[in-house]
C-alpha cells in the first residue's frame, strides 16, 4: 500500500485538492522560482511509463515508452531562457506555415481520477514539473464543455515551450490547417518565419482552459 503523501494529509483528504491546492502542497512556487534541470531521456520514460501503468496501454495515446521520439519535426536545443526558465531553441529555421510539433507524446486523462493517479505515482521531485506542464484542453473551441475536454500532459519537450501573446508568439494555428491531420487541435505551426537561435513561443490561451480543471472536480 502507498504511504499518504504527508503525516498530516489522508488520501481521502488528498483526492479533494484541486489542481491549485496540488501545487501548494508540494511547495511548487518556491520550486519555479529556482533554475530547474534540463530533463533528459531517462525522465521522459519515466513518465511516459507511469502514464501508460496509469491509462493502460490499450488506451494510452503515446509512443511506446521505450521510444526517443519526440513530437517536433524540427532540430532544436534546450537551454535556460531569462526570465522564463526552459525554452526551446531551433537549431535550423522554420517557413511559415511548417509544422513545428505534433502531439506524438501528448498523454491524454479522460477524467480526474486518471490524472490524480498518475500524480500521486510519481516522484515528489517530479510533481511541481507534471502539474505545470498539464493542462485542459477543449475538442470544440466554439463550445467548450466537459464532455468535449480532456486533461492533458505533454511528455517530451514540448511541455518546455514557453507562453507569448499571441502577437508575439512565433507557433500556434494557420488558416490551413484543416487539410493537415489532427488541425489545430493536434499540431502547432511556425506561425511566420522562424530563425535558427531563435526560442519558440506560443501562447497558450490558444489550447489550455484555466477554467476547465473544475470539470474534472480539480
Known amino acids: 500500500k502507498q504511504e499518504s503523501p504527508s503525516e498530516d494529509l489522508t ?39 507511469a502514464y501508460n501503468s496509469v491509462v493502460g496501454e490499450s488506451n494510452s ?3 511506446h515508452p ?12 534546450v537551454k535556460q531562457s531569462e526570465g522564463k526558465g526552459r525554452g526551446i531553441y531551433l537549431t535550423q529555421p522554420a517557413k511559415q506555415g511548417d509544422i513545428i510539433w505534433t502531439a506524438r507524446q501528448a498523454g491524454i486523462f ?5 490524472y490524480r493517479k498518475f500524480i500521486t505515482s510519481l516522484p515528489s521531485d517530479l510533481v511541481c514539473d507534471v502539474l505545470q506542464w498539464s493542462y485542459v484542453q477543449t475538442f470544440d473551441a466554439t463550445y467548450p464543455s466537459p464532455s468535449k475536454s480532456c486533461i492533458v500532459t505533454d511528455l517530451d519537450e514540448c511541455c518546455l515551450i514557453n507562453s507569448e501573446m499571441r502577437l508575439k508568439a512565433n507557433m500556434g ?19 511566420r518565419d522562424i530563425e535558427a537561435g531563435e526560442e519558440l513561443l506560443c501562447d497558450y490561451e490558444d489550447f489550455a482552459l484555466p477554467y476547465g480543471w473544475q470539470w474534472f472536480a480539480l
Not at 479533494?16 to 520514460?45: A, G, R, S, V
Not at 494555428?173 to 489532427?182: F, L, Q, R, V
Request: glycine share 6%.
Open 61 to 63: 495515446k503515446i509512443d
Open 173 to 191: 494555428c494557420i488558416p490551413d490547417a484543416e487539410w493537415i491531420p489532427g488541425g489545430c487541435d493536434l499540431n502547432e505551426f511556425a506561425t
Open 110 to 114: 479522460k477524467n480526474g481520477a486518471q
Open 66 to 77: 521505450e521510444s526517443t521520439n519526440n513530437g517536433f519535426f524540427v532540430d532544436f536545443e
Open 11 to 49: 488520501w481521502e483528504a488528498f483526492f479533494q485538492l484541486t489542481h491549485k491546492d496540488m501545487e501548494k502542497f508540494y511547495n511548487c512556487d518556491d520550486q519555479y522560482e529556482t533554475e530547474q534541470k534540463i530533463p533528459d531521456e531517462t525522465l521522459w520514460k519515466q513518465l511516459r511509463e
